[in-house]
């Protein structure tokens, strides 16, 4: 994601940010797929699911100092405590307000995510820390040209791996299948047998534990981390998830992909004295959005609300 | 409408409300009147607020966006030609000529707010919902970047400072009593009652023959105005405006001063600012660290958000229609006791 200054704008340089796009993609997608999951089922937006991205970040910091444990255990470590923050949250702040109208349990959310934000400044302090990484993460390769280090390819691998793995889970297991017919329907799922504590509580975990390793690969990438680290990433997520079409989990991760090269291709064509409305962007092609296809690239008709 | 009884009665508290508030201006020393003038400020805002999320069902998170307009707009009326040269010397020739009185810069204030919640209304009203309350979220955003990066005009993150301090208790509780008597008025309106058949069911009040972007769209821009003159009152109280004031966390705390007071209900949403004021002030000692019996309790940053967020869950679990829910307060149930 280093971008140069404004070069003459050749095909090195466009691949260049076709490379930094994806992997910017990748860890919108990773937080995307969580917010999706638990809208898919609740219709609840949940503000709070960037923060878990901070706890994720936080946890990892924590296991890497403390437990002086290899990189992939941190990694795990993280993505478990993330898991068990999501599912706390959804047990003590959601559940109360579950089947309430939507005003309210959006309201919910952003309470718990300015709780997150505010126990995370008041416990690790507001000043950032430095978030480091394995050395062999760092090593940069350079292809004619076009740079990246192995975390590049770490996120882009490990986002690509997770996301099939989660496709196989909810097309094979009978706990995946029940959570897309809750989605579908949640009335009917319920009188199919299904428990929806259950299946909410996994969509928890599944979206709490991929936004774990977006926090631990945006860390590595800017090398440090603060408690307010997962707002912007996680309302440009849920303005990926709305764009790849709100409540599918393939929507999730195209809607990721075209944010994240979106945002990195306008940012690098456009002149430097420009770069800084990069988030003004992100919104405006949101309302554009909205306004033109409010159902999403993969979203349904029926499911649109707008 | 009332009766004369009523009317001697709301004219009686009228001029109580007044000579306390003479009183409190003479008396009370620089920290109460300024808290006095930031819970007034609050009132002018969630009762704004209220216009669209209360009274139209309309969830707009883009009210600090509004506020910036406003307080940025009357920052560059008020502030001395001479000084504003230089502090600003890279404006337009035409804004570093214009200068306004305050009352006018006010005015312009919320005029410039209502223009931009017009412009933004038109596309954004026809969405619902969380698509609205989500775009509206980015409008809050795109002021940030723009106020932000726009910087020979509000230079950028350092913000504008050295305004001069107009704000004073008589501005700022003369336009909360004009505030609330409009929105009074517009409740018991044919609009109010259409905007709360659309808070109802939108469809039943379309079907009924409420025209639905019209009545949104009065609402947003009402609320926009005043959000407008709140902001300027508030940069004109601090003598500051800067880009981090006017954040996603200031639309936050609004939203929970609403909830808590009772959104929808006009005394609600007096109640919800007046409490949500003091509750975090009367704590601030514990931000900055403090000595309580011997116990040296280091600096909680963020103490005062934590509250806010744990109340706000709290109510929404326990009490989500909030301290008054819908109910308003009744001149005539009260003389009836």
Known sequence: ??????????????????????????????????????????????????DILMVGAYSALGLAMSLHLPFWAVLAGSMLIAALTGVLVERAAFRPVRGAPEEVTMITSL???????????????????????????????????????????????????????????????????????????????????????????????????????????????????DPLMGFVPGLKAFVAAVIGGIGNIAGAAVGGYVLGLAEVLLVGLLPPSLSGFRDAFVFIFLILMLLIRPVGILGSVERGRA | ?????????????????????????????QYYLRLINVMGINIILVVSLNFTNGLTGVFSLGHPGFMAVGAYTAALLTIPLRQKAFILPDLPAWLAQAHASFPVALLAAGTVAAICAFLIGYPVLRLRGHYLALATLGFLVIVQVVVTNVSQITRGARGINGLPPETNIWWVYG???????????????????????????????????????????????????????????????????????????????????????????????????????????????????????????????????????????????????????????????????
């Open chain 2, 175 to 337: 336009i909360t009593i004009a505030l609330i008597y409009l929105s009074w008025r517009l409740v018991h309106s044919a609009y109010g009652r259409g905007m709360m058949a659309i808070r109802g069911d939108d469809l039943a009040a379309e079907a009924l023959g409420v025209n639905l972007v019209k009545h949104r769209m009065l609402a947003f821009t009402l609320g926009a105005f005043f959000a407008g003159v709140g902001g300027a009152l508030w940069g004109h109280l601090i003598t500051v405006v800067s880009p981090n004031a006017f954040s996603f966390a200031q639309a936050f705390i609004l939203v929970v001063m609403s909830v808590i007071g009772g959104m929808g209900s006009i005394t609600g949403s007096i109640i919800g600012a007046v409490v949500m004021t003091l509750i975090p002030e009367a704590l601030r000692g514990l931000e900055v660290g403090t000595t309580i019996a011997g116990f040296h309790i280091p600096p909680l940053y963020g103490l005062s958000q934590v509250i806010y967020s744990v109340a706000l869950i709290i109510v929404l679990a326990v009490r989500p229609q909030g301290i008054v829910g819908l109910r308003e307060f009744s001149m005539r149930r009260w003389l009836k006791n």
């Open chain 1, 111 to 225: 309470a718990v995510s300015i709780f997150l934000e505010n126990l995370g400044t008041m416990v690790l302090s507001p000043q950032p820390r430095k978030f480091l990484v394995p050395d062999y993460l760092l090593v940069i390769h350079n292809w004619g040209g076009l740079t990246f280090n192995n975390m590049t390819i770490l996120i882009v691998v490990l986002a690509v791996g997770l996301m099939l793995a989660l496709t196989l889970f909810v097309t094979r297991t009978n706990l995946g299948i029940a959570m897309r017919a809750s989605s579908e329907n949640l009335q009917a799922a319920q009188l199919m047998g299904i428990n929806i504590n259950r299946i909410v509580a996994t969509a928890f975990i599944i979206g709490s534990g991929l936004a774990a390793v977006a926090g631990v690969m945006l860390g590595g990438q800017y090398g440090r981390i």
């Open chain 2, 1 to 29: 409408m009332l009766n004369r009884r009523e009317k001697t009665c709301t004219l009686v508290a009228l001029a109580l409300v007044i000579g306390l508030l003479a009183l409190a201006n003479s008396f009370l020393n």
């Open chain 1, 1 to 50: 994601m280093q971008r140069k200054g404004f070069e003459r704008v050749s095909g090195t340089y466009l691949l260049q940010q076709l490379i930094n796009g994806i992997s910017l993609g990748s860890i919108y997608a990773l937080v995307a797929i969580g917010y999706t999951m638990v809208y898919g089922i609740l219709r609840l937006i949940n503000f709070a699911h960037g």
